[in-house]
């Protein structure tokens, strides 16, 4: 019978939580609705054509590769 992984501690998931925030804060996918132009950023932000319609997308959401 397979083993069952064991669970975080609760300082492990402290840890873990923080890595995830600190990535959500300074990764952020900016994609303008308007005029298509994509960027990355460390916080929400207009797009450089002055539109407000910008989607905000925490980069650590995608896959690496």
Request: hydrophobic fraction near 30%.
């Amino acid at each position: 019978m397979p083993e069952i992984p064991r669970q975080l501690k609760p300082d492990e998931l402290h840890q873990w939580q923080l890595a995830i925030a600190e990535a959500d804060r300074h990764n952020i996918l900016c994609h303008c609705r308007k005029c298509d132009y994509e960027w990355v950023a460390s916080k929400p932000e207009l797009c450089r054509c002055g539109s407000k319609q910008v989607e905000h997308i925490a980069c650590w959401q995608f896959p690496d590769g």
